[in-house]
DNA sequence: TATTAGCACTCTAAGCTAATGAGTGCTAAA
DNA sequence: TTTAGCACTCATTAGCTTAGAGTGCTAATA
């Protein structure tokens, strides 16, 4: 499709402005890049790639810039794939994360930062959500008269737990009754399992009249239907410093979508099911406010199982096999960290 | 200090500035007020106003800006204390957190969100700190083969947990046995209070020599150890419509701020202290970065003592008023709806 | 035929000047 | 004591010019 001589400017352009957000003359390539052309010559490759919507014009006598057709073929032909020296990033994760083994919550907070310091770009972390999560063991405690706490375990360490306010003042033999009842049902499903076989049971249910169980099954589907995933997101400070963010309405986009965790979780879920690095640039995205942001993602896992989501958003002008490298180290990295802790677990399951 | 027509003036000035800001001319002031005096006059009494501290002139032939000094005798002497009408806020209050009453951290979130959309400025929140949190009950729960997970329950409807690598491994029974130990010796005292206990007991213990008590301290000291308060800031999308903030250097200089928590947390806990509502203006802040803003803070309750604080920080051109009265609202409602959900187990101690 | 040197042309960014106007301080009159 | 009048200051804006970077085209060259 396109010749040596085409690819080599349309990489030496694309180089330069990731660099250096300035439009790229033809006289700055056959320079900076020693090319063995004169700048007319260039000039002429220039308008080909234009033509076929590689690069574009900010106006006439301006140089050229990459468009998004122009990044999308950098990302899948052009990119330097061994840029593998994170010895700093792998250094900084298990300098941060060490003691946050099994809260994952922290853990994935610690990411962001540690993402977003290493790439000065906003780092982004979603926690497995109820499809992703395997139910360990379930607890119930009394908390007051008429209160239990319910608190689940899973196998990535999260503990979620809610206080329920219930007519019913159980004993806590009952209360172990049920948690027992329970563990034996749902432990090892996913929580979007559960919630599935909780309405079947409790179908079911209607026939038996089983106080004490449906009062159960009820407390957990409580539990369950406020588990949903949960995003975060820093590094606010570090693309304010980039040229594109100088301007006000882009930074109030920016700190829109920040603020709207649940638009960010749409987005990440469309892309949580692909494996390996996800990358979407500019207006290849849905949403409105991201067309102009590039956004990475990679899956980390729980076993084989895909848990959560951890990525990068930037410029679409991004670093993107730096970006797309650290993304992938830090996702497998996580996945590691899943595993230590969750093994002895699954290996008795 | 002042007479009644200079503090007319001085009203004058802050209120139109509030409300809009560019620097207040003499003539504005007579039109707008509708003051019995020419501008000539007002000029004149706006040059004393200006000698005394209480205006500033951006230049020569500007009009006059509050300074810090008039912003504080504005809200201790002339402002309007009759903001009551809240009804907005405590309904979306009520709506919004009647479901979280028992997990004060999605709490304080919610009710930061509710603060910056009602008052247009950063809502804030800190979570009770070891001072604030009064142990209710601890429970350990077994959650691999040599991993417990420690779980406190706090008067606040906090639930803090961490899973603990241990050396010993113990039976559910011996589980049981230091649970009933450690809610024995510590529960009815707030955190800081058992922190000290314990390194007075372990000390003690040296003697004593037993192993599960002894073990069942350090656990105790380990979870007790990580707690520390909690904050929560949004509204960024709110402050970046404001007019002081469409310069990028304040933009970056809240933006350090917001995600530098730790210093947030300091620059609160020395207002934590006082009673009622705290008004701190532009310079009259400690930290650097916070100079030109104004900060309003109020600390919850938890049945007689503070807990935590809610506050709003807003340039220092601020609806004070407005947001005084809304700081005061909320703390009360937070303070409300903890003595809702402790008061059965402050009966029962 | 592919490449290149040369040149006229385009367009932005930066700097300069002048005009505008809001607001002041001062003085002298009421 | 207050106010009208007036000269003065200074930020803001618009218009204009210049410099410079880069282009596209054409004609010469290898």
Redesign the interface.
């Known amino acids: 499709m396109l010749d040596e001589r085409s690819i080599k400017v349309l990489w030496a352009v694309i180089n330069s402005y990731i660099n250096n957000p300035d439009p790229v003359g033809s006289r700055y390539v056959t320079r900076k890049y020693s090319l063995e052309f004169s700048p007319a010559t260039i000039r002429n490759i220039m308008a080909d790639l234009e033509e076929l919507g590689f690069l574009s014009q900010p106006h006439t006598s301006a140089g050229r810039v990459p468009t998004d057709k122009g990044y999308r073929f950098y990302v899948e032909n052009l990119m330097d794939e061994n840029v593998c020296c994170h010895k700093g990033l792998i250094d900084s994760l298990t300098r941060r994360l060490e003691d946050l083994r ?2 994952i919550y922290t853990l994935l907070d610690e990411t962001t930062r540690t993402l977003s310091i290493h790439s000065h770009y906003l780092g982004i972390a979603v926690s497995p959500g109820p499809d992703g999560s395997t139910l360990r063991r379930i ?1 119930l ?1 009394p ?5 239990i ?1 319910v ?1 689940l ?1 899973t196998n990535e ?1 999260i ?1 979620k ?3 329920l306010k219930n007519n019913f003042s159980f004993s806590r033999n009952d209360l172990n009754k049920i948690a027992r009842y329970l563990n034996r049902e749902f432990s090892g499903y996913t929580i979007k399992e559960i919630r599935q076989r909780l309405l079947e049971e409790m179908a079911k249910d209607k026939e038996l009249c089983d106080t004490l169980i449906s009062q159960a099954l009820s407390l957990c589907g409580d539990v369950m239907s406020c588990y949903g995933a949960n995003v975060f997101i ?1 590094g ?2 570090e693309i ?2 980039l040229p594109e963010f ?1 301007d ?1 309405e882009k ?2 986009e920016i ?2 979508t ?2 709207d965790k649940h638009a960010v979780i749409k987005l990440i879920d469309s892309l949580a099911d692909a494996e390996g690095v996800q990358v979407v640039i500019g207006a290849e995205n849905r949403v409105e406010e991201m067309k102009t942001l590039s956004i990475i993602t990679s899956t980390y896992k729980e076993g084989d199982k895909p848990a959560g989501v951890v990525g990068i958003i930037g410029p679409t002008r991004m670093d993107y096999s730096s970006a797309i490298s650290l993304v992938d180290v830090t996702a497998r990295f996580l996945t590691e960290i899943l595993d230590e802790g969750g093994h ?2 699954r290996k008795g399951r």
Do not use: Q
């Not at 908390?143 to 209160?147: G, L, T, V």
């Open positions: 099994e809260d607890e405690i908390y007051s008269d008429d209160r706490a608190i375990f360490g503990i737990h809610k206080i820093s606010l400070t304010l410093e100088s006000i930074i109030k700190s829109r920040i603020e002895e677990w």
